[in-house]
T-cell receptor
């Protein structure tokens, strides 16, 4: 089990550019979550999917943020255009609905810096 | 929605001492309370969790207690070691069957430093 895989690990981009973060969940997991971590706000849920369908996107800050899950093994979080206040660590996590293990498995995160 | 408060924000202990981190939650429907450990440069990792039908759970040097009436839960680490140094997060969720509230709401985290 390779765990949740995120890419890239680090991203530095200029304000106004488009940024795409990628996530591969654990095979068999049917829930996928995108979180943003900052010192000020901690871990914030942005959006989550169940069986590739977005269930709750109320945490997405604004229309500049969008997320997709075209299949069970891949999801993207896109920011267009990016702004310096988007600088944060973005985590993807997945879990399986059935079974007694309710915990999430997090990826290693993408550290985004917008200059 | 759910709101989780976590205290303290930083905690420094001597190796071998115990450490206690406390959290309160606002939604009485929450019934699942996990704790995560985050080491530098890594994602949070689940270390222990508890469901609302249980008051206490232990796993070696780690224990979690839950008081549903008061809506608070705590993480206890005994015989702390330098490798316990990390940021610890509590979280809460409602796992009721048929509900869509499988999202976790996290506390702001506690930076634990264990001094050798």
């Amino acid at each position: 089990d390779a765990g949740v895989i995120q890419s890239p690990r680090h991203e530095v981009t200029e304000m106004g550019q488009e940024v795409t973060l990628r996530c591969k969940p654990i095979s068999g997991h049917d829930y996928l979550f995108w979180y943003r971590q900052t010192m000020m706000r901690g871990l914030e849920l942005l959006i989550y999917f169940n069986n590739n369908v977005p269930i709750d996107d109320s945490g997405m800050p604004e229309d500049r943020f969008s997320a997709k899950m075209p299949n069970a093994s891949f999801s993207t979080l896109k920011i267009q255009p990016s702004e310096p206040r988007d600088s944060a660590v973005y985590f993807c996590a997945s879990r399986r609905f059935l079974g007694h293990n309710y915990g999430y498995t997090f990826g290693s995160g993408t550290r985004l810096t917008v200059v | 929605g759910e709101n989780v408060e976590q205290h303290p924000s930083t905690l420094s202990v001597q190796e071998g001492d115990s450490a206690v981190i406390k959290c309160t939650y606002s939604d009485s429907a929450s019934n699942y309370f996990p704790w995560y450990k985050q080491e530098l440069g890594k994602g949070p990792q689940l270390i222990i969790d508890i469901r609302s039908n249980v008051g206490e759970k232990k796993d070696q040097r780690i224990a979690v207690t839950l008081n549903k009436t008061a809506k608070h839960f705590s993480l206890h680490i005994t015989e702390t070691q330098p490798e316990d140094s990390a940021v610890y997060f509590c979280a809460a969720s409602n796992l009721e069957s048929g509900g869509s509230n499988y999202k976790l709401t996290f506390g702001k985290g506690t930076l634990l430093t264990v001094n050798p």
